[in-house]
Nanobody
Framework: QVQLVESGGGLVQPGGSLRLSCVAS????????MGWYRQAPGKQRGLVAA???????NYADSVKARFTISRDNAKNTVYLQLNSLKPEDTAVYYC??????????WGLGTQVTVSS
């Protein structure tokens, strides 16, 4: 069992920045891949960015060059830096941990609202 706790969401103006954090209850070395997903009202949840235990990253096309995923193994924490935010980035952002090939754990999410 892995517990994930997200934080860092909030209200920001277009063009602004936020940093989201996801703290895991276990060492990140036990987790194959950590990912950030988002879900806007009326839309399906989709991948934003992911990082493997080896440090390989993957981004959705819509956030490339604006968002950066990183990890601090000593703090069991994965970050998502959100820059140049747009209104269409408004969503609940969820952290996901993939352990092995079939075990997935989710956090409860943090709301990001981009509005003037």
């Amino acid at each position: 069992q892995v517990q994930l706790v997200e934080s860092g969401g909030g209200l920001v103006q277009p063009g602004g920045s936020l940093r989201l954090s996801c703290v895991a209850s276990t060492s990140l070395f036990r987790i194959n891949t950590m990912g950030w997903y988002r879900q806007a009202p009326g839309k399906q949840r989709g991948l934003v960015a992911a990082i493997t235990s080896g440090g390989r990253t993957n981004y959705a096309d819509s956030v490339k060059a604006r968002f950066t995923i990183s990890r601090d193994n000593a703090k069991n924490t994965v970050y998502l830096q959100l820059n140049s935010l747009k209104p269409e980035d408004t969503a609940v952002y969820y952290c996901k941990a993939e352990v092995g090939t079939i075990l997935n754990y989710w956090g409860l999410g943090t709301q990001v609202t981009v509005s003037s």
